[in-house]
């Protein structure tokens, strides 16, 4: 019945209004007449119900018309209520839901009411924008954004990484530093912060890389003229190299066309902009042009095909009008694109209210895109005359300026004013939010402003890239000083409300809306424990600014600061000497404290400047915060530092004007404290002084010894005034400050450079230490020239307060820095200052400890004078010495010493005569000598020598100053040393073993008797305490640096010479040393030995020995980075012995000689680096060697203790794998290397290092990669060598997961079983992880006649397989006809669906997953195809034992059986017996005596059922049954099996199911009689016995017998009463089944025994075969491969030739499959093989189609992985058949198995050959292969080239659609999906894709996507309709 016209319908059904009523009177309608409306159930209802239906009854017509005016007069009144209730909101409705959301290109039905609009609500990732650059931040950039927006770039994402290394980090900083602001740029959206932010705070993250701004684009779509940006890639002579952000292609752009702005300052990493003049599509090259007129000029051009992805922000179009909007226009561009335009982006930057009739519909103009979204498709244009130009618009604007006469433009209702600004050059467009007209909410904008009016408005914010200012008009905008943060100024006095307050300080804000923080500090003058109680939010009160840093304002209240009357002091420009002002302590330390002031800035009060006692504490008067009055001293702006007082008038005694820095007086010590001395300074005025603890003595020990022995009243004789502080005077008792007083520096003017002054260390940090002078003056120097060698931490060098002498190395002319070196080769005492202080000193100490004592206990020292013989009894010998006490003073002790004894023995009590050689006045201990080059005198002095008086040595006057002598060790002091001068009749002198810059470094060690060579500085006299004063030459060494005397030392130390050295450090791989009087040099490690066998061999060595090396080199570049250790020598035994020719000596690797290194030389070295990876070796002082981590052993724990089994210093034996003689390095390993490789290294120079490894040996590896599913491992044994263990190789014994315990990075230990290089060089390595598998043995093959043997090892060859044989392995792979087995790595075995198990398998896949370990026995073996059958159907293969029960022996032909249904097929069912685990087939025709229909269902899985035993099939594991109702006719049988089956249920389940038993026969035998017949039944039966032999191959057995089961019965037509007919016509049937059965048995036998015959066991079997199908190649080839296991090749090949002479020539495919096997046997047992396989390819193109010959060759090429030749190959067949779109196929297929980059242009080939008709398969099927095994994009740009043109073909959209589908990526899948059904197709194939669209979602989405898409195609339809 047709479906009632529209007509015919009511008119109120008729209204689109009412379709909601309707279809709820409906549904009602439908509900009361349900018993005349057919039921229909929900999931059988259609998704798209077609349309149409019965009509509307009168009295249904009205029921709807009546229920339809209720419900519309309820909806009207509800709709009348919310309008009076809710205007405001209805009004804002529109602008937030249409106003903020976007719509793109695809919208069907009416317009949009407004324009497209960014807003922080629906800026989303991806969305392309541009925006113009307002700030350039060290870390980020700001951009301004449409709609006022701001977004942030980090600089990481300001460019494209293009570059590598340092070049990479130049290009960044050339990119950073080429963007300005005002400069127009593309970018495009990374992140929009969280959404639960607020809004306003929101971040969006932006990035200006090309590689995101130009995905997509290719070679194919750029055209000339079109404008693109690019990076300068490189700079050539004649251009520039750039870079798109592709890897595709690249351009260039010549320098005459840069444009003369910018062609000074392109450098690398610069972004470009050009016009595209040509492209070279050959060399991929697009030339540019950056010509700026062009650019702003230049129209991008229609394209066809061109996509979303590629429009770019900033390109320019030409647009057509479409219609206008309320607040803008629509255009359309490019074709088929459509994009909006607001009112604050069109040309005219005043539009007026009537702007809209200056854009009549398609009205020409020119564009250029704002904003793309790709989500939404939409886009946003703008017609901004500056932008069009590709300007940005001027900035004439500043936030916070006021205009009092601004003309009102526009008026918009609701919205705002648009004002026109006088600026200059030009107006500046301003607008006024509707919230900014008034403080009062104005209802009426209209009638408050007219147009042509003046207003007064402030400017609030600027959009740059409209050159929009936004404005307001409240009058409370125009009070207050503080508008926005930069009217804020540091200092100003503000009121502020106070908003917030918490633990860290309020939050104020003030009036005009800008918030700043009071810190907690600053909240009062005195700390706040509870800031809330005092504090209340609300509150106004008084602040004042402290400073305005990055819109971060902060506030004080202290009380004294914010009613302060004194001047600000913001800046270190405004601290003028004399300035008073307040500020607060920030910090207090022991020397003065910190004050700072406003805008950060800081000065320093000293101690003496505070107002302080010198006993008095700092804190105790003074803390932090605390806001204090102070006085500018003085103030260095430069340096940024300010001197404070905090002493308002400076008072001074009569007097101190004459003192000044750098003189000298004299005090008495007032008072003593535990760290300075009080002294109270004579003829000043009676000023007081302060010596600090360092300043009492150049000797830090001395000068504590000072400090503990002064007491008030001591007089200092000479004080060195270092500073004046006020009152207070800062004085030095340093013996080196005073003795140089008059040279001492004041200020930088007094300073030569490359001078040495003497000062002292005022303080030391990380970087370097400050030396002061006089003063303030302060010099510095920096780590590197402090110390001669490289120190970490200075402060184990030097200390605060320590006496140095210092190098000037420069003084800075602007800045007055001073450089300074502390190094003490160049600062080393030149005088007898240093230890004159000393002995002078101990006097002092010696003295002041006696002043309390009575009588004149220093007499005592009158009678030891140096050089005195004198008498004393032995008091007690020790075991260091023996202890003299002498008669006159008992309390001065003398000491001998052992060596001072010279062999002499004495006993206690004895008087002996002794020299003395020393006396310690702090100790009262006298050092004294028995050697007889002391005592003995000659005899013309004897007469006059007398016990007790002094010895005149007149040798003194013989010594001359700055004479150098040779002198001995006699005593070796704390800081001196004791020496004699044997030349002058063994003179006593002194010299210390310090200087003033190495006091805290440990002293060099000195031996009694040790000579030494030292210069006479000061003779015996009264300053020098009568000694003798010598200087050590190992301290003055490095004043030997004038050039004279380098030439003349250097002169005599030549390469070759053997020199006299002296051991200065021991490291692990060198010896420092030093020799002359300034060199330098070391004994490498490798110099110490000749062979480099000695594990340490520098043990036997310690510092300061002397020993005899030879000079060997001076080497070019310098040890360190002081250049010391320039000299290299050696002390090997052969080097010392031979001759001073050292041409003789050297290796000829000092001379860059050719290296007589070779591959396997066994070498030894020293490791000097280990890293993780490699061990660093020095084979000698100039060649080095590497060991890899693999290589140093191959077993895993050895492996990974690598950097704790290599050391520092530790010797290695290795042997050279390869030689760098350029890089003089070597590449080692520790094992030995193969015989007979060193000779393929010689003639082969390619051999890489992997020839070290062979087939056979044992290797260490690392885990790579655990590949998925049975890839196995792939290990690393080399650094770019990787090897395969496959997944049989794991374990040594079969185990379920052998993957188990193996991780990414672990070591392990592998075995290389087989080498195999390819054509193209690459090399693949088989490995193997089983410890068993260098022990195989070839398997026995031996014939069974019966049973099975088991074999549980692995088989590597095919071999040793043999029929019967129970072989293990892991399941490969799994299909629906069965399964892989891998037995090996080169053996995979077949197993059939039907062999998998003796149970029926329901789910192949869950059963027999992939890796599962099963076993099972071999059914064949085809050496010649390399074929192996298993069945895993044996006792072996199964899980476990089976019972008695499970037996077929069990089951007898005729029993009664019960079971239940497993599964249920079209051609009978499969039931589980009973008590057993054997399944049996119940065929169709067996279900019943009539023909069954449709047995699904009838019966279902699970139900219980009787049925008889028709056939047991041992052999084939087979159970026939039959459930005919005629087989039942014994109805104690029935009810027997009936109770038997009850009896199992009871013992199963332990409960009866009564219902069940019951009804078991009636369920059975109804289910048959309310059957249909099937007509084709038996012939299924037939067919489904033949899907188990698939695989068998065409037997000669007529199967023309076969027929189709006539017993059809029409169940209507049989009567009920002629019961006799029924059984004659069923025993009919009986016999015709029995004949059938009898003939399938014929026909089984006969097919086994062809397949015995299928393995021929002879070449007569062979040849029985052949004779009997002589066109059968199946046999020729069973006949090659028999000819083949017998190892005879040339018979096989003759077999070959006789098949193709044999078959018939119509039987072309037979020969084909000849002519391939020909192709294998020469693939393998050819010589060479290549040729041989040529020549039969000829030979075959003669006889058979050369396009299959020629795939066929492919075929086996890429089989055996031949992939050069199948390359060569695949373009000859390009050429051959180029109109074949099959070869093109299978050229890109092999290009995408290789990873190929040449796609593209085969592509390009093919689409030139190929016909049109086949482009669209070719293309097609191109896609899918990316998509299966390329790149996914490439697929893309393939499909949618192909919709461009054919945008209706919904086979491509389908295609297309599948591809992604199998890719998973729903958002893609469901875009695609948007974009097929928003197309105009005809409604058959928008069915199409909407049923396929539906079929997805219900397959991977949920409901509400479900009904999205119906919905969707619900309003499709109703479209359509209407």
């Avoid at 293969?1437 to 077929?1448: E, I, Q, R, V, W």
């Amino acid at each position: 019945m047709a479906p009632p016209s529209r007509k015919s319908q009511p008119k109120n059904l008729r209204n689109p209004s009412s379709k909601a009523a309707i279809s709820k009177v409906k549904h009602r309608s439908r509900t009361v007449s349900s018993q005349k409306l057919p039921l229909q159930l929900e999931d059988d209802a259609p998704d798209f119900p077609r349309g149409g239906g019965r009509s509307f009854r009168n009295e249904e017509k009205d029921v709807v018309g009546a229920t339809l005016d209720n419900e519309i007069e309820a909806d009207h009144r509800l709709l009348e209520k919310r309008r009076k209730g809710k205007k405001v909101q209805k009004r804002n409705q529109s602008g937030e839901d249409d106003i903020g959301s976007l719509f793109g290109d695809g919208i069907m039905g009416k317009l949009p009411r407004f324009s497209n609009r960014i807003t922080l609500k629906n800026v989303s990732s991806g969305m392309k924008l541009w925006g113009v650059i307002a700030e350039v931040n060290e870390k980020d950039i700001v951009v301004s954004l449409p709609g006022g927006l701001r977004g942030l770039v980090r600089a990481c994402e300001a460019f494209d990484p293009i570059l590598g290394g340092e070049v990479e980090r130049d290009a960044e900083n050339n990119v950073l530093s080429s963007i300005y602001v005002g400069q127009l740029v593309s970018c495009i959206v990374l992140q929009v912060d969280d959404d639960k932010k607020e809004i306003a705070n929101r971040k969006i993250w932006l990035s200006l890389r090309l590689s995101l701004l130009h995905k997509g684009l290719t070679l194919d779509v750029i055209q000339e003229g079109m404008v693109l940006s690019a990076y300068v890639k490189s700079i050539e002579d004649h251009g520039f190299i750039l870079h798109f952000g592709c890897p595709y292609f690249a351009g260039f752009m010549s320098k005459h066309s840069k444009s003369e702005k910018g062609s000074g300052e392109a450098r690398v990493g610069h972004v470009v902009q050009g016009v595209v003049r040509s492209i070279d599509r050959a060399r991929k090259v697009v030339h540019m042009d950056s010509d700026s007129d062009a650019i702003s000029k230049c129209v991008t051009k229609e394209l066809k095909g061109i996509s979303l992805d590629l429009l770019i922000p900033g390109m320019m179009v030409n647009a057509r009008v479409q219609s206008t909007l309320e607040n803008g226009i629509m255009l359309s561009f490019l074709a088929y694109f459509t994009g909006t335009v607001d009112v604050f982006n069109l040309d005219k930057t005043f539009p007026s209210s009537k702007w809209k009739d200056g854009y009549p519909k398609n009205m020409k103009i020119n564009a250029r895109i704002l904003f793309i979204d790709p989500s939404t498709r939409a886009v946003g244009l703008t017609l901004n005359p500056y932008l069009v130009g590709n300007k940005a618009p001027p900035s004439l604007v500043k936030v916070g300026d006021i205009f009092d006469h601004s003309k009102v433009i526009r008026v918009d209702k609701g919205s705002g004013l648009l004002l026109e600004t006088p600026t200059l050059p030009v107006p500046t467009p301003i607008y006024v939010n509707v919230t900014d007209v008034a403080d009062k909410e104005v209802k009426n904008l209209e009638k408050s402003f007219k147009e042509g009016s003046f207003v007064r408005v402030r400017v609030l914010g600027f959009r740059r890239l409209e050159g929009l200012a936004t404005g307001i008009l409240k009058t409370s905008a125009f009070e207050g000083s503080v508008f926005t943060h930069s009217d804020v100024k540091p200092g100003m006095v503000v009121k502020a409300k106070i908003i917030i307050v918490d633990s860290f300080g309020a939050i104020v804000q003030f009036s005009s809306g800008v918030k700043a923080l009071c810190p907690l500090r600053h909240m009062s003058e005195f700390e706040i424990l509870k800031p809330r109680k005092k504090f209340q939010v609300g509150v106004e009160l008084v602040f004042r600014v402290l400073g305005c840093k990055s819109k971060r304002i902060t506030v004080t209240h202290k009380k004294t600061l914010v009613k302060s009357k004194l001047e600000i002091l913001s800046s270190y420009a405004d601290a003028t000497d004399g300035l008073v002002t307040h500020g607060w302590i920030t910090k207090i330390e022991n020397h003065g404290c910190f004050v700072r002031f406003y805008n950060g800035v800081q000065g320093f009060a000293p101690r003496y400047e505070l107002g302080l006692n010198p006993e008095s504490d700092i804190g105790s008067m003074y803390h932090v915060e605390q806001v204090v009055k102070c006085r500018v001293v003085k103030c260095i702006p430069a340096s940024r530092r300010i001197h404070l007082s905090l002493n308002m008038t400076l008072t001074r005694a009569v007097g101190v004007g004459s003192v000044k820095p750098g003189s000298l007086v004299a005090g008495v010590v007032e008072q003593v404290s535990p760290h300075e001395i009080l002294v109270d300074v004579i003829s000043s005025g009676h000023m007081k002084g302060t010596i600090s603890l360092e300043h009492l003595a150049d000797h830090h020990g001395l000068a504590t010894l000072m400090m503990s022995a002064l007491k008030p009243g001591y007089q200092f004789d000479q004080l060195l005034v270092l500073d004046i502080g006020g009152n207070s005077l800062v004085l030095t008792a340093k013996y080196s400050l005073i003795n140089s007083a008059h040279e001492l520096p004041v200020d930088t003017t007094q300073i030569r450079c490359h001078s040495t002054v003497p000062g002292y260390v005022c303080n030391i940090i990380e970087s370097g230490c400050f030396v002061r002078f006089i003063g303030r003056l302060t010099g510095f120097a920096p780590k590197s020239k402090a110390t001669d060698h490289w120190r970490g931490d200075l402060s184990k060098v030097f200390f605060v307060g320590q006496s140095v002498r210092s190098n000037i190395v420069d003084v800075g002319s602007e800045t007055g820095r001073i450089t300074l070196s502390l190094k003490q080769s160049l600062c080393c005492s030149t005088d007898s200052s240093f230890i004159q202080e000393h002995f002078l000193l101990e006097e002092k100490i010696a003295k002041v400890q006696l002043l309390d004592s009575e009588g004149p206990e220093l007499s005592w020292i009158s009678a030891f004078d140096i050089g005195t013989i004198i008498e004393g009894k032995v008091h007690e010998t020790k075991d260091f010495g023996v202890i003299i006490n002498f008669e006159k003073y008992n309390d001065v002790y003398g000491f001998i010493s052992h060596y001072q004894l010279a062999g002499t023995t004495v006993e206690n009590n004895s008087t002996i005569r002794a020299l003395v050689i020393d006396v310690s006045k702090i100790e009262r201990l006298v050092d004294l000598t028995l050697k007889p080059e002391f005592l003995d005198t000659p005899k013309e002095e004897s007469a006059i020598m007398k016990i007790g008086k002094k010895r005149k040595i007149r040798e003194y006057k013989k010594l001359e100053l700055n004479q150098t002598v040779n002198a001995l060790v006699e005593v070796v002091k704390e800081t001196y040393l004791v020496l004699s001068i044997p030349s002058h009749n063994f003179a006593i002198g002194y010299a210390s073993i310090t200087d003033y810059n190495n006091q805290k470094l440990p002293p060099k060690q000195y031996t009694n008797g040790q000579s030494v060579i030292a210069t006479v500085v000061a003779l015996p006299n009264p300053t020098t305490c009568g000694r003798l004063l010598l200087l050590l030459k190992s301290l003055s060494d490095g004043m030997e640096s004038s050039s004279s005397k380098r030439t003349k030392n250097k002169s005599r130390h030549d390469v070759g010479s053997l020199v006299q050295v002296e051991i200065t450090e021991i490291k692990p791989l060198e010896l420092r040393l030093k020799f002359g009087s300034v060199f330098h040099g070391r004994i490498h490690v490798t110099e110490a030995s000749d062979d480099n066998s000695s594990e340490n061999p520098f043990s036997e060595y310690r510092i300061g020995q002397t020993l005899s090396a030879r000079i060997v080199s001076k080497r070019s570049m310098p040890y360190s980075s002081k250049g010391r250790y320039s000299w290299e020598l050696s002390i090997k035994p052969s080097i010392l012995k031979g001759s001073s020719d050292i041409n003789d000596l050297i290796p000829a690797e000092d001379f860059n000689e050719h290296f007589n290194y070779s591959y396997g030389q066994n070498v030894s070295g020293y490791v000097y680096k280990i890293d993780n990876q490699w061990a660093w070796l020095t084979i000698s002082r100039k060649v080095k060697a590497h060991l890899y981590v693999l290589d140093s052993s191959c077993e895993p724990s050895e492996l990974a203790d690598f950097q704790k089994r290599f050391l520092v210093g530790k010797a290695l034996s290795c042997y050279i794998i390869s030689v760098n003689e350029e890089k003089k390095l070597l590449r080692v390993v520790l094992h030995p290397l193969a015989v007979g490789f060193g000779e393929l290294k010689k003639n082969d120079p390619c051999c890489h290092p992997q020839f070290h490894i062979f087939e056979g040996s044992y290797v260490g590896g690392r885990i790579s990669k655990v590949l998925p599913g049975v890839g196995g491992l792939l290990v690393q044994i080399d650094q770019h060598l990787y090897g395969k263990v496959h997944f049989t190789e794991l374990t040594d014994a079969w185990v379920s997961d052998p993957l188990s315990g193996y991780r990414e990075g672990q070591f392990v230990k592998c075995k290389v079983l087989e080498i195999n290089r390819a054509g193209n060089g690459k090399i693949h390595i088989d490995l193997s992880m089983r410890s068993t598998s260098n022990d195989r043995h070839d398997l026995k093959l031996t014939e069974h006649n019966s049973g099975m043997h088991s074999s549980t090892q692995h088989v590597d060859k095919l071999t040793d397989l043999y029929p019967n044989m129970v072989v293990q392995g892991y399941v490969k792979n799994i299909s629906a006809k069965g399964c892989f087995v891998m037995l090996s790595r080169k053996i995979d075995a077949k197993v059939l669906l039907s062999n998998l198990s003796v149970n029926f398998v329901d789910n192949p896949e869950k059963d027999f997953p992939v890796g599962k370990h099963v076993s099972g026995r071999v059914l064949s073996v085809e050496p010649l195809s390399n074929r192996v059958e298993l069945t895993l159907k044996t006792p072996t293969a199964t899980s476990g034992p089976k019972s008695d029960a499970c037996s077929l022996n069990s089951i007898i032909v005729g029993d009664i059986i019960s079971g239940r249904i497993k599964r249920v097929e079209s051609y009978g069912l499969f039931i589980s017996i009973d008590r057993t685990n054997v399944v049996g087939l119940c065929h169709v025709s067996e279900l019943s005596d009539i023909h069954l229909d449709n047995i699904e269902t009838k019966f279902n899985a699970g139900e219980r059922v009787i049925a008889k035993v028709l056939k047991v099939d041992e052999e084939r594991n087979r159970v026939s049954l039959g459930m005919k109702k005629s087989y039942f006719k014994d109805e104690e049988t029935l009810q027997m099996i009936s109770r038997q089956s009850i009896d199992d249920d009871v013992e199963k389940n332990g409960f009866m199911v009564v219902a069940e038993s019951k009804s078991l026969l009636q369920n059975t035998f109804a289910a048959i009689e309310n059957a249909n017949l099937e007509v084709d039944s038996g012939y299924q039966s037939v067919l489904a016995d033949f899907e188990n032999r698939a695989l068998v191959p065409p037997l000669e057995v007529p199967l023309d017998d076969i027929e189709i089961p006539d017993d059809e019965v029409d169940v209507d037509n049989v009567p009920n009463a002629a019961h006799a007919e029924i059984v004659e016509e069923e025993n009919k049937k009986r016999a015709k089944k029995k004949a059938r059965a009898e003939r399938e048995q014929e026909i089984r036998a006969a097919e086994n025994r062809l397949l015995e015959k299928d393995i021929p066991k002879s070449a007569d079997e062979c040849e029985k075969l052949v004779r009997s199908s002589p066109n059968s190649s199946f046999i020729w080839i069973k006949y090659m491969e028999f000819m083949l296991s017998l190892a005879d090749v040339e018979k096989a090949r003759s077999i070959a030739e006789r098949a193709l002479r044999t078959i018939n020539i119509r039987e072309e495919s037979e020969k084909l499959n000849i002519w391939v096997a020909y192709f294998n046997l020469e693939n393998e047992y050819g010589n060479p093989p290549e040729d041989a396989v040529m020549k039969v390819f000829q030979r075959a193109l003669q006889y058979c189609d050369p396009k299959k010959v020629h795939l066929a060759l492919l075929g086996m090429y890429q089989r055996t992985e031949h992939h050069k030749s199948a390359c060569e190959l695949l373009d000859k067949m390009a050429r051959k058949f180029k109109r074949s779109c099959k070869v093109w196929l299978c050229h890109i297929q092999s290009l995408l198995k290789q990873n190929s980059d040449g796609i593209q242009s085969v592509v390009n080939r093919a689409l030139l050959c190929l016909p049109r008709h086949k482009h669209i398969k070719f293309i097609s099927q191109t896609a899918i292969l990316e998509f299966k095994c390329g790149v996914p994009e490439r697929g893309r740009s393939l499909f949618e080239g192909m919709l461009r043109e054919y945008p209706k073909r919904t086979d491509l959209w389908s295609i297309y659609l599948d591809q992604e589908i199998r890719l998973g990526d729903g958002d893609v899948v469901r875009a695609l999906f948007e974009r097929a059904i928003s197309l105009c197709l005809p409604p058959k194939k928008m069915k199409f894709l909407f049923k396929k669209y539906l079929a997805y979602e219900k397959t991977i989405g949920d409901e509400e996507r479900i009904e999205s898409v119906k919905k969707k195609a619900l309003d499709y339809a109703e479209s359509t309709l209407t």
